[in-house]
């Protein structure tokens, strides 16, 4: 088990991360274990839903496969359908047997689990909302725009497993003052935002090119790009309930993607009718379309 450090810079975290072993949920090894027993009755589509509940299995997959085949092959790895597709189904499980866990991992520290269990359920989520809306507008690749949103805030996963202290003081800063931005405080408490190596990440995995640009913000004028970031923004201010200040802005940044009303759009959400009325602008109730 490593234990948290501070590494000096953006290069000595990196090193940290590229090299660590990664750990997955409990229920990810699980699941995985369960399936292996019945291989016999397994397809690639039962592990692609394993796959892609867990950000950091995921990352796993898409990592190892770049080790398969030529580059121009490895670059056409935008989702886990091809890659589980590349290993195959005995293969993928000899090699992902007995993985370490994030409980076991974390389990000293209750609230290091609480922290990157909760990251991870937005991660979930961020991915969930990606993919409901690229369908809805005919994208032509939903499950790479799926996959984005699930991997886009995986340094902080990955900084909740293997340095809980500094993980636990940006939220803690975070928590102080509702209005800093979280890239403020990162690079305050590390030095850098972690966007920044979360990119770095990316191209020391090889990660196809297409697949990184969905988690480049700075790319955000293009569809595609914009459905991942406002999903990920959306479970984030979500993630303690519908009163977050930033939460109006989300709603009329992704009617205008999908070109839908405020009414149309909280009911692709499934929020609780209970909510409908605060949530629903005047002029949606009345029958004018905003």
């Not at 403020?184 to 640009?213: I, K």
Request: glycine share 4%; net charge neutral; proline share 6%.
């Amino acid at each position: 088990m490593l234990e948290p450090q501070a590494p000096p810079d953006l290069a000595a975290w990196l090193t940290l991360f590229s090299s660590a072993e990664m750990p997955v949920l409990r229920q990810t090894a699980r699941r995985l274990d369960e399936a292996h027993q019945r291989i016999d009755r397994v397809n690639g589509r039962d592990i692609i839903a394993i796959v892609l509940q867990d950000p950091l299995l995921a990352i796993r997959v898409l990592a190892y496969i770049q080790s398969f085949g030529s580059k121009r092959l490895r670059s056409d790895v935008t989702n886990i359908a091809t890659a589980v597709m590349m290993l195959g189904v005995e293969p993928f499980f000899r090699k992902f047997e007995n993985p370490a866990t994030i409980e076991t991992m974390l389990g000293r520290k209750p609230q290091a689990l609480l922290g990157v269990l909760q990251v991870i359920l937005r991660c979930q989520r961020a991915s969930r909302y990606a993919h409901d809306w690229a369908f809805a507008r005919h994208d032509m690749n939903v499950e790479e725009v799926a996959l984005a949103a699930l991997l886009h805030d995986l340094t902080e996963v990955l900084l909740w497993c293997f340095a809980p202290e500094q993980a636990i003081a940006i939220r803690a800063r975070l928590q102080v003052d509702k209005n800093l931005h979280s890239s403020v405080v990162q690079r305050e408490v590390l030095g850098f935002p972690l966007s920044e190596l979360h990119l770095a990440l990316c191209r020391a995995w090889q990660l196809p090119e297409l697949l990184t640009a969905l988690m480049d913000n700075d790319s955000a004028q293009l569809a595609r790009v914009q459905n991942v970031k406002l999903a990920v923004n959306l479970a984030r201010h979500s993630v303690d309930g519908w009163t977050d200040a930033a939460l109006p802005g989300d709603f009329a940044a992704i009617e205008k993607l999908l070109n839908v009303s405020r009414e149309t759009l909280l009911s692709r959400l499934q929020l609780p009718p209970e909510l409908l009325p605060q949530l629903v602008p005047a002029e949606d109730k009345s029958g004018v379309r905003r």
